[in-house]
């Protein structure tokens, strides 16, 4: 019986040990959970450490920027479509007459001659404007060409050329990869004339090696009687340009021997004419005709009257 008890005792013992460390165990438990003041500023600095984290992270791609760029992108391929059809249409189906066209003449009525020194090229060129450019060698008459279409689609082409009128029915064929080709036709004549689109070549004019400058002759000379108008221009590089009225020009070289002025140009071969010349107190006198020096002042009085108009304008509006 009493080894009974202590046995009993024992565990009695044994159990209020476990109750004891159970309670201390929750207590300390307890105490872990409970926030602390340390446990409030950890959970603070762990916010802070996370809004710190995102602010470094690279910021996502804006889908806004892709929808403005899809527009521009649209628009680039629009534009350069367009370019493209441009390009074809211009390639492969422009029939306009603007540009340069060249005609090979024979210079002998023998058109059969295959011989390529027999021929000289004239070149025509019809420019935006309705003017019209027609070269023979260094030289060039100025006129004016105008095109219309009856409603047949017949296409018609009327000149005007150093005060003549021509008139006669074209059409444009090729493209500008093989060659375009302008063909000028006449009810009256059954003979046609291809003309081939190219650029204007004009034959070179070498400066004769004995010239020299004089500051006598260089400059631009003009001769105006109201009804005509004449002007030479002497370079001072041996060079020389001729302009009649604005309706025919020439280019070409000169040299100044004695008492004569030396001209050479082109026209179906070259071209030497002599121009007698002196110096006179109040001009050039040129062939014994008298032309005064083209020295900038006519625009000069030109832009001084325009100025003076302006301020009078100016203050009358005040």
Same mark, same amino acid.
């Given at each position: 019986?009493?080894?009974?008890?202590?046995?009993?005792?024992?565990?009695?013992?044994?159990?209020?040990?476990?109750?004891? #460390?159970?309670?201390?165990?929750? %207590?300390?438990?307890?105490?872990?959970?409970?926030?602390?003041? &340390? &446990?409030?500023?950890?959970?603070?600095?762990?916010?802070?450490?996370?809004?710190?984290?995102?602010?470094?992270?690279?910021?996502?791609?804006? !889908?806004?920027?892709?929808?403005?760029?899809?527009?521009?992108?649209? =628009?680039?391929?629009?534009?350069?479509?367009?370019? +493209?059809?441009?390009?074809?249409?211009?390639?492969?189906?422009?029939?306009? +007459?603007?540009?340069?066209?060249?005609?090979?003449?024979?210079?002998? *009525?023998?058109? *059969?001659?295959?011989? %390529?020194?027999?021929?000289?090229?004239?070149?025509?060129?019809?420019?935006?404007? =309705?003017?019209?450019? $027609?070269?023979?060698?260094?030289?060039?008459?100025?006129?004016?060409?105008?095109?219309?279409?009856?409603?047949?689609?017949?296409?018609?082409?009327?000149?005007?050329?150093?005060?003549?009128?021509?008139?006669?029915?074209?059409?444009?064929?090729?493209?500008?990869?093989? =060659?375009?080709?302008? %063909?000028?036709?006449?009810?009256?004549?059954?003979?046609?004339?291809?003309?081939?689109?190219?650029?204007?070549?004009?034959?070179?004019?070498?400066?004769?090696?004995?010239?020299?400058?004089?500051?006598?002759?260089?400059?631009?000379?003009?001769?105006?009687?109201?009804?005509?108008?004449?002007? $030479? !221009?002497?370079?001072?590089?041996?060079?020389?340009?001729? &302009?009649?009225?604005?309706?025919?020009?020439?280019?070409?070289?000169?040299? +100044?021997?004695?008492?004569?002025?030396? +001209?050479? $140009?082109?026209? #179906?071969? %070259?071209?030497?004419?002599?121009?007698?010349?002196?110096?006179?107190?109040?001009?050039?006198?040129?062939?014994?005709?008298?032309?005064?020096?083209?020295?900038?002042?006519?625009?000069? #009085?030109?832009?001084?009257?325009?100025?003076?108009?302006?301020? #009078?304008?100016?203050?009358?509006?005040?």
């Amino acid at each position: 019986m009493d080894e009974n008890k202590e046995f009993l005792a024992s565990e009695n013992e044994a159990e209020s040990t476990n109750t004891d #460390t159970t309670s201390e165990t929750t %207590e300390n438990t307890t105490e872990l959970t409970e926030p602390t003041e &340390n &446990n409030e500023d950890t959970l603070l600095n762990t916010e802070e450490v996370s809004d710190s984290v995102v602010i470094k992270m690279a910021p996502a791609p804006k !889908k806004n920027k892709k929808l403005l760029q899809l527009p521009i992108i649209i =628009g680039i391929v629009i534009v350069a479509a367009a370019a +493209i059809t441009l390009f074809v249409i211009k390639a492969f189906f422009d029939t306009s +007459i603007v540009g340069t066209w060249i005609e090979t003449v024979p210079l002998t *009525s023998d058109t *059969s001659s295959s011989d %390529e020194a027999a021929n000289f090229d004239v070149y025509y060129t019809f420019n935006n404007d =309705g003017t019209l450019d $027609y070269t023979v060698g260094t030289m060039s008459w100025n006129g004016t060409y105008t095109v219309s279409a009856d409603d047949s689609g017949n296409q018609t082409l009327e000149m005007v050329l150093n005060g003549s009128q021509t008139s006669c029915n074209y059409t444009v064929s090729g493209n500008m990869f093989t =060659g375009r080709t302008l %063909e000028l036709s006449t009810s009256s004549s059954t003979t046609k004339v291809d003309l081939k689109s190219g650029n204007v070549v004009k034959p070179e004019l070498k400066v004769d090696k004995d010239f020299k400058a004089n500051d006598k002759v260089t400059g631009t000379w003009t001769y105006d009687n109201g009804y005509a108008k004449m002007t $030479y !221009k002497f370079n001072d590089d041996g060079t020389v340009e001729i &302009n009649q009225s604005d309706s025919i020009k020439a280019e070409g070289t000169y040299l +100044i021997k004695n008492n004569t002025i030396i +001209i050479k $140009y082109y026209y #179906t071969d %070259e071209v030497e004419m002599d121009v007698a010349y002196s110096v006179e107190k109040d001009g050039l006198k040129l062939n014994d005709i008298l032309y005064t020096k083209d020295d900038g002042s006519a625009k000069a #009085t030109t832009a001084a009257a325009t100025e003076a108009a302006t301020e #009078t304008a100016t203050t009358s509006a005040k």
